[in-house]
Every structure is written in structure tokens, then in C-alpha cells.
């Protein structure tokens, strides 16, 4: 059965999901970095974006497709799915607060999609427009089902919110058609990006239609068999050099990886096939022990937007594309309603604060698209300038970063029958079924939160996540002590506390060293404290950032300032170092001579808050004398 | 004035050159890696470009261009370039040793050629079969003149060889054609592939028609003036962000970059532009201290084929391209002829046993593309096992290859009207003007050697090359002991030596470290014998190479083998080191449990003979305890 949660996942009421997520409006968030974000994405990036569908063709080309207007297909054969998201971040925002404009938006989107939609069901305006002979035939690279699964994924936010029955309408004709070829139909075919899977099960969920979860299941299965056809980029690629259940680690385009993987959980929670869920616990193991970034980020190569192999995590060319950030972030959401286990939390605050909220500037107006951990002084003899852009030629992340943002509240607690999960810590307002909440902390530039119990019932649960950093954590109800070991699953369980809880989380500043298998960082450490992970940018360096060497054992030292020039509010940390300095000797190997060494003192600023000041050099990891 | 050197490289008599070349037969290399490898690529590389010409579409494509044969035109659209390489590398094993196939091989592509050609000159099977109406209307990708370019040396190599001269008749035909087009007609297009430069400057070194070597000055000329459009890759890719003189670091494609900068001092030994030789310099300088792997390969992204950052030289995803070795290689040829120093000249042999020899198999029936200086174990996981093939869709490295190995004589000495320069130390004999040496050698296994005159006049100089890897060298003159000081061009000078010279290079093994800039292989150390650097394979290791780390201060332990299976005769190397293995813990990152470490021996081989026996594992740079 459907439940009322008005998010991007809503576990059936029958489904395996050990808890169920909030109302993406459930949770206010007043204040800090996260609530700060939703104020600038509503308030700069989406308007952005609205323009840019317009600008960038995905409007026009809908319009062509309804035979309105005049001119040409422009832009890639995905250029639908940048309105789709955009679609699903407004109405997200439309729950959040509701906008007249928003609603017209939604709307008239909805009317145009149904004018543009073929009689049969079928929506795409490339295929329509530009290759209406190749319908689903050529599906490794035609993103046909992708750009599907972003429409559903739209229709379902638009359909919780309440807004554009009519989206919804022509949702369901396009998956009605897609069952109606690729299950009814017996087509084995599946798209080369995985994204429909996650799609259509939610579609399930709002709608209780069991032949679109049959279908993604379907498309799952098949995977892995030989039936994309290659490129020339090699079955790894798109996920098909193995079934799902056989594979053991992520490979090829990380996004692709990532969405499926969601897709998989999801699939698990709504069937209950057990062996989904286990094949994907092993990749996600295997990925974060061997291929994830510190910042959360993955896909470290430019080449094929890929995971690498095990330990091959350069931070220069790390691509960790923004998108990628986001589907890791489904996929652990997903793992955490299956299974309330908090690494899976843990890791979806890793790249919330870091790899994900580096995707945007701090004005809302500017995106990263790739997410590397070092850029060096020489960087602009590249063919681009490595900062973040306005807009991109393909321009999927942009959107799909808004749609994250509207929907942040979805993904700050989970309740049971007995109580309530609180996975990521916020100033503000949670709401569930039994249980109120308010949170007043200054997380994470302070490691207190302060919860008061508005609502309760008698007997119940508070299930308070303690992040795997925090290395000493203290917990009082109502001014008394408690004990503060987290369970087998990480979280400390207070049992019917009644008016305030306060958790105080280690802030110390942390130097954190690589395994020793990640080659690419050999020698270096990095700073990190609470969920952030810091960098070493240019702008706040003494001497020349390449030639900054940490000093061993250095102290950390916090520096609290509110007016960092565009960035503002932040805490700095200092380190002891010292600048390096190697005269020129032709081939930089073999007997060198002796380096000039002086003391210095190295500053760093929150990884998130990179390249808003200039476009300097920065480092994450920075090597230890 | 044209000279009689045949080989590739013959600067007028008119030039700025400060020595002359040999011809390919002057050197005859009778033993060790470099005679073996003359061996297999006669005996096997050789017949196999031969029949892949033929199957690949080369040939097949200027016969329907001939108006001869059906079908349609096949591969890209520099198909024809292999060929022309092909052509090129037996015309240079026409002159090591004529055999009647090559000469009617050579006869017989030359007449299809001259059918093939358009009656105004112009000549590309692709954009005659395949776009008529482009023909230089899209430089920027059309490889017209980079084919051209290989038409051209292939012409003068057969010239020098006294073969085919048909071939030199349509080789002069295209050439007046891009004259009449780009020079005298005041089209101001370059082919966004440098090559056509060194070919045109050697077709004017050999017809002394100044047109040509005025087109590849024009050519250098306009490249950095915005005339080449951008195919999204962006200026650099092709070299054309900014005008040659005012470049200061390689860029883009380096492929590119490298014959770009052989054109140009091939336009300074020939017009004398002292700026052209200027900046090509600072550009190697920076190159050879930022930017050259340990190898001698170069362009260290997959992503554009290109030149990273400075420093930016990661081990794993090194791209280093054959071509580019053997691109570097001309390009420090040319250096060395225009200035005598030796580094060029030791660059040129740590590129050539390393970077270049590692490109083929031992049975000189594989090749690799790409030659990265580390795979780990779990490789295959890529698109492709890493290991060298057969032969490659885009085929520029193999028929590269062989015109070079074919040609190696003419790199070795280099002669002046008082006496002989000795580069490169190989068994064999060495005939010029005035001089006849013998070399007995068993370099770079050992590293005597002992050079008989043969002849030489009463009076002249003999110029020996000390590598600046022989830490001590000792010098005799008939027995007696001579100074082994080598002057500030890098060469021991001995006047008038009568009958017996011996040179002892310190072949005592080197564990060589990084420059601290070089991120990605901090904390390493790498082992290095003479002109040879060596690398870990997994199939010597007693456990996993990816958990090897050298002891520090290790002793560095010679064991020579004549039957390394797959490789045949070589020098081992074996190094103190541990075995160390972190367990599992998540994120490999922070705290981490204890490793375990056990001692073991790491046994290493010359990377240029790596990939001869399995699919294993590898690293040229191992993590130092």
C-alpha cells in the first residue's frame, strides 16, 4: 500500500523497509550550510535553471515535438531529462513552499509534455524530432529509458505535491507503453543508463501498478547478459560484463553504476529478493573500502567518466562528477531504509557536506560538474579553467543537484512503529507520525545539538546517529548523563525521553592519513573536523601551495570567522607546515639537490567552500615532512 | 646542398647543424637489444604491417581511390598514413638490406599511388572517396597534411634508398600541390596534426627546392594565431593557444606537440631563425623537469592524448604514447644536431630503451599504445586487458615503430669535419667520412666497451657520450688511463686515438627517488641500471605486488639469466623489501588497524621487457617502508 510520505522514496507499507522516510516538508531546516543552500537554490539556482530550459532547448525542443514552433532539435539526445529534474526540483520546492509561478510551471510543462507525447505513449522529443525510425533501437546510447525515468520521477514529486494531475497522466501513458514493449511486449532490450529502474518503482509505489516494478525488476535482471550493445567503450561501461548478482565491484560510468544500484535496493525492498540486496552490499563495500574519495566523491577517471581500479584515486584528475555524489546518495538512503544500518547514513553526510555541496558555488549561480581534490597553480593550460561554470553544453548535474536540494528534508530522520531515526543533524523542525521534534545546533560548525521533544507518545525510541568520526561523544536527558555507546548499528537508543536531549559530538580537528594502498596520496594527510572534509586553497596560503609540506604531528588550530570574502561564515583551521622549495635540475628523479626549507603556517577552509574566491590553486591532501 | 646521409634526418651541407648524421647503413648494430629487435621487426613486425596494410584498408582504399576495386572506404580518415609508414620503414631496411619483395612492395604501392592521385596532386584516399566537396575545408580534423607529410618521408626514404622513384615523383606532385594551395595561394590553413613540417623540410634537404621548406616555416608560423578551429577540445589541444615562440610548457596532444617541435628546429637548422631554436629549448626544459615520466614517455592523460599539469605523472594511468616516444625521439635528434649537448642525447636513449622499447613484444608481434609505468592486479576490470596487441583500430604506433627500429643506425654518431661523435653505445661497427670504428659491447647489460679504430686520419677527435647515469667512468687509450672528465657538452674528448679505446660506464644498479613535486609517486623509489630502468612484475614477486614496499636503504642485488621465459636473456635486479597487508576497515582513510609486514625479496626486470609473460601486475615505482 502507497504511503503519504511526500518525498523521492516512499517504501510501500508492505515493502522490507525497516523504516519509512519523512515528508520532504516534515523537516524545516532553519539554519546552517544545508538551510542556507535551499534559501540560495530557490532563490538563484532554480531560477537559473528555469531559464536555461528554455535557453538551452529542452523547452523548444518539447515544443517542436507538439509540432509548435519552428526551428531545430538542439542540444543531446537526453536534453528532455534536464526539464524533467527540473520539473522534480520545483515541485519539491512546491512542497516545501508553496509558489503560484511554480505551479504554473508545472502545469504548463504538463500540458506541453501531453501535447508533445506520441497517441501510443511514447515521449522523446530527440527520437520524435531527429531519428523517429530508430524508437528503441538503438539503446545503449539512446537514453531513451533515462530521460523516461526522469519524467516519472517528476510526475511522482508533481503528484505528492499535489500539483499538474495531468503530468502524472502522461507518465503513466510513457510506462504503460514501456511495459507494454519491454514486458508485455517480450523486447529484452535495456537502456545503456541505468535510471528508469528507480523510476518506475517509485511509480509503483504512488500508483500500486505492479507491472512497472515487474519491469524494472526485469531490466535489473537483464543487465549483465550481453544485450546493450558496445560502444566501443567495453561492457563495463554501461554495467553489462556481468549480472547484477555476480558482480563484485563498481565499474565504468559511475552514475550509471550508481543509479542502478539504487534501482537494485529499491527492487529488494519492494520484492523482497534477498540476493539484490546482498550483491549490492558487497559492491558498496568494496567501493568504499577501494574506489570513494574522502569527500564522498566517485568515478575518479575523465576517461569514460569510470571507476578506476581498486586504490586508483588520484585527487587531481578525480573526476567525481556532482552527479555521481547524488547517486551515491540514493543508493545509501536506499541502504539505510533497508537495513537502518548507520555507515550508510555516515557516508551519505560524507558527501552531502563535501563532494555534493562542492558542486555549488555559495551565490547558487555557479556548478562543478567534476569534483577533484587538488588543483595546481598551472591548471589553466587546460582546456578549461577547472572552476565551476554557470551552465554546461551537457548539463545534468545542474538540475539534478536542485532536485537534491529541495528534497535535503526527505533525508534528515526516519521513523518505526516505536520511534524515531535522526540520521543528520540540522537546526530546525522535524515532524513525523508520533513524534516532534525540535533540533537547535550549529552543526556542523558546532559539534551540540540541542533536541527538544515537542510531541510523543508514551513509549517510544529516539535513535540518534554517532558519526563513526566522533571520537568522544556525550549525551544528557534533561541535564542527566546517559550513556552514549551507539548500537550495533551506530546510533545511541534513549528510551522515551521527554523534553531535552543534548548530544555533543567530537569537533576536534582531525589529520587523516591514506591507507596505504592508495597510491595517489602517498606521504599526505588530510584535515578533516565533524562531517567536513578541508582543503588547502591558494588565497589563504603564505607561499606557493604546490611547495607546502605539513609538518609531523602538527596541532590543529580552529579559527572562527564570519566574513571569509565569498564564502562568509566558516571555521578555518591552521597547521604548522613548512614551504619546500627544489631548484631546477633537469629530470625530476635520481639525486636531487638539497631543497630550501622554511616554516610556515598552512590555513584551511571547508572543501565545500572551495573556488569562491579565485581560481588559485587547492589541495585536499597535502604531502607530510 | 644536399649531402648523401640516407636516413631520415639529413641537414644541408648549407645548415646550422653542428654535426651530420650517418646513414641507416653506416651503423651496423650486430648484437644486444637493439640488434635483436632489428631482427624481430624485420623477421616479424615487418610481414605483419605488411598484411595488415593490406587487410586494415590502407591499401584497399587508394585502389577504389584509383577507380580500381569495389567497396567502400575503410578505417579513419589518416588510413592512409599507415602506408606511408609502412613504405617509409622499408625503404629504410632497403638500405640495412635490400631484399627484392621490399623493392617491389615499394614499386608497386608508388604506381598505385600515381593512380590513385588526383591530376592536380592532391592525394587522400578518405577525402576523395568519402568527402570530395571538404578537401582542406576541415584541417582542423582532416589529417590531410599529416598524411601528406607521411607520403613525403616515405618518398625520400625510398629516394635515399635508391628505390621506387615513382614514389618521389607523387611525393613532389602533393607537396607542390600544398605550395601552390597554402603557400603561393595565400591560404592560410594547418593541419590541426603537426608532421607535414620535419617532411617538408626534408624533401627541400633532398630536391633543394626552398618552397617546401618555406611552407613548413609558414606553417609554424601561423600555428598559435587562432587558425584552427576548435573542435571542443579546446586551443591547446592542437598547439594553437599561442605562437611557438611565445609557448613556455608542452600542451594538448602530445604527439602534436612533439613532431610540432621537431619542425621547428628542423626550420632553424635550415633558415637559421635563432628564435625558433629558443623556444623550442625552454619548452624542453620545462617538459624534461615537469612533465616526462622516469620512462622518457610523455603525455601523461588519456583524456586528449595529452600533456598534464607540471608534475601531474601518475604511474597507472600514464598515457605515454609510443608515438609520442618516438615523436620525443626525433625532436632530441634534431636538438642534438643543432646544438651537440648531450643531454638530448641522453634523453634520446633513456626514451628509446624504455619508453620506445617497451613497446613491442619480445617476438615483435605485439605492440602497446599506451605504456603506463604501473597496472595493478585488477586491470582487466579496464575496457581492455592492458596488455600490447596485435594491432589497434587507429594503427599509428606499430608501422611508427618499425620505420624507427629500422633506422636506429642513423642515430648513434654523428661526424664533423675533425672527427666522430659516439651517442649511443651498441655492438657493431660505425663507418663514416673520415672514420671507421668497431664496437665490442655487451651494453647495456655491461657496460665495456671497447671501440677499435679502424681508420681515421692523422689527425682528428673522438667525442664519447658519458650518459649522466655513470656515477664513475674510467677511460683508457691503448691500455694507458686517460682523464674521464666529459666537457660541458657531456662527451670525453680524445684526440687522435690510434687503435684501442675503452670506456667503462658505472653499470652499479641506482634506487632513484622523486622530485617532491611529482605527486603521484611520493613516497617511492624506483631501481635503475645504466640506460635501463627496471620495473616489479607480479610473476617475480613471492607475494602480492600491490602489497610490496621496498626496505629502506636497501642493497640492490645483480643476477644475470640468459632463459626469463617469454624474455630470453636479461639482468635481474633484487631488492630488501616487506610484504604489507592492511585488513579490511572500511574507508581507507583515518584510523587504521596495524598492517601486517613480513620481509620478503622484490625481484625487478628492465621495463622495457614487462608484458612478455602474463596479464600480471606491475610497477616501475614501488612505495618505500
Not at 541502504?335 to 563535501?354: K, Q, V
Not at 588530510?526 to 596541532?555: K, M, N, S, W
Request: charged share 25%.
Amino acid at each position: 500500500m502507497a504511503t503519504s510520505v511526500r518525498g523521492p522514496v516512499a517504501p510501500t507499507t508492505g515493502s522490507l523497509a525497516v523504516q519509512l522516510p519523512l515528508s520532504v516538508d516534515d523537516v524545516e531546516i532553519t539554519g546552517g550550510p544545508l538551510g542556507r543552500w535551499q534559501r540560495t537554490s530557490r532563490t538563484a539556482s532554480i531560477p537559473l535553471g528555469l531559464a536555461q530550459v528554455e535557453q538551452a532547448g529542452s523547452v523548444p525542443n518539447l515544443r517542436l515535438a507538439a509540432g509548435e514552433g519552428q526551428g531545430d532539435f538542439r542540444g543531446y539526445r537526453f536534453q528532455d531529462s534536464d526539464l524533467y529534474k527540473q520539473l522534480e526540483a520545483v515541485a519539491w520546492e512546491q512542497i516545501r513552499k508553496p509558489d503560484g509561478d511554480y505551479g504554473a510551471f508545472l502545469a504548463g510543462s504538463a500540458e506541453l509534455l501531453a501535447r508533445a507525447q506520441r497517441p501510443d505513449g511514447y515521449l522523446n522529443s530527440h527520437y520524435q524530432l531527429v531519428k523517429p525510425d530508430l524508437v528503441y533501437a538503438e539503446l545503449e546510447t539512446s537514453h531513451e529509458m533515462y530521460c523516461a525515468g526522469h519524467l516519472l520521477q517528476a510526475a511522482v514529486a508533481a503528484a505528492r505535491a499535489g500539483c499538474a494531475p495531468r503530468l502524472l497522466e502522461v507518465a503513466r501513458r510513457f510506462a504503460d507503453h514501456l511495459v507494454s514493449v519491454f514486458l508485455a511486449g517480450g523486447n529484452d532490450g535495456i537502456d545503456g543508463h541505468p535510471e528508469v529502474e528507480t523510476a518506475l518503482v517509485e511509480l509503483y509505489r504512488l500508483t500500486g501498478e505492479r507491472s512497472y516494478l515487474a519491469l524494472a525488476a526485469k531490466l535489473i535482471d537483464n543487465r549483465g547478459r550481453g544485450l546493450i550493445r558496445d560502444t566501443g567503450l567495453g561492457p563495463l561501461y554501461a554495467q553489462d560484463h556481468l549480472p547484477v548478482r555476480q558482480a563484485d565491484t563498481a565499474v565504468g560510468h559511475a552514475v550509471r553504476q550508481l543509479y542502478l544500484e539504487a534501482g537494485i535496493v529499491d527492487v529488494y525492498l519492494e520484492t523482497g529478493d534477498r540476493t539484490l540486496l546482498d550483491c549490492s552490499v558487497r559492491r558498496w563495500e568494496d567501493m568504499v573500502a577501494t574506489k570513494t574519495y574522502l569527500t564522498g566523491g566517485l568515478g575518479s577517471r575523465h576517461d569514460g567518466e569510470a571507476f578506476g581500479e581498486r586504490y586508483e584515486l588520484p585527487p587531481d584528475r578525480a573526476y567525481a562528477e556532482s552527479c555521481a555524489a547524488i547517486a551515491s546518495m540514493h543508493w545509501n538512503w536506499r541502504l539505510l531504509l533497508a537495513t537502518g544500518d548507520g555507515r550508510y547514513a555516515d557516508l551519505f553526510e560524507r558527501t552531502l557536506y563535501n563532494a555534493f555541496a562542492a558542486s555549488t558555488s555559495a551565490d547558487g549561480l555557479r556548478f562543478f560538474y567534476v569534483n577533484p581534490l587538488q588543483r595546481r597553480a598551472d591548471h589553466a593550460t587546460d582546456r578549461y579553467d577547472g572552476r565551476r561554470r554557470e551552465w554546461f553544453e551537457c548539463a545534468c548535474c545542474p538540475p539534478n543537484i536542485m532536485r537534491t536540494v529541495a528534497s535535503l528534508g526527505h533525508y534528515v530522520a526516519g521513523q518505526t512503529d516505536d520511534g524515531l531515526h535522526v540520521h543528520q543533524y540540522v537546526p530546525g523542525t522535524i515532524r513525523s507520525a508520533q513524534v516532534d521534534l525540535t533540533l537547535a545546533t550549529d552543526y556542523p560548525w558546532d559539534g551540540r545539538v540541542g533536541i527538544t521533544v515537542d510531541r510523543a507518545p508514551g513509549k517510544w525510541q529516539l535513535h540518534l546517529r554517532i558519526p563513526a568520526w566522533s571520537r568522544s561523544t556525550t549525551v544528557t536527558v534533561d541535564g542527566e548523563p546517559v550513556p552514549a555507546d551507539p548500537d550495533e548499528r551506530g546510533y545511541v537508543v534513549l528510551d522515551s525521553p521527554r523534553r531535552l536531549v543534548e548530544l555533543v559530538l567530537d569537533m576536534s580537528p582531525r589529520l587523516v592519513r591514506p591507507h596505504p594502498r592508495v597510491d595517489a596520496i602517498r606521504g599526505c594527510a588530510a584535515v578533516e573536523r565533524g562531517p567536513l572534509v578541508y582543503c588547502f586553497e591558494q588565497a589563504d596560503q603564505p607561499t606557493d601551495l604546490d611547495e607546502l609540506v605539513l609538518a609531523a604531528g602538527t596541532e590543529l588550530r580552529i579559527r572562527r570567522t564570519d566574513d571569509l570574502p565569498g564564502v562568509g561564515s566558516t571555521v578555518l583551521i591552521e597547521a604548522d607546515a613548512y614551504s619546500v622549495h627544489q631548484p631546477y635540475s633537469g629530470l625530476p628523479y635520481g639525486s636531487l639537490p638539497h631543497p630550501d626549507r622554511t616554516p610556515a603556517i598552512a590555513t584551511a577552509v571547508p572543501y565545500y567552500q572551495w573556488d569562491n574566491r579565485d581560481g588559485g590553486a587547492m589541495r585536499v591532501w597535502l604531502p607530510v615532512s
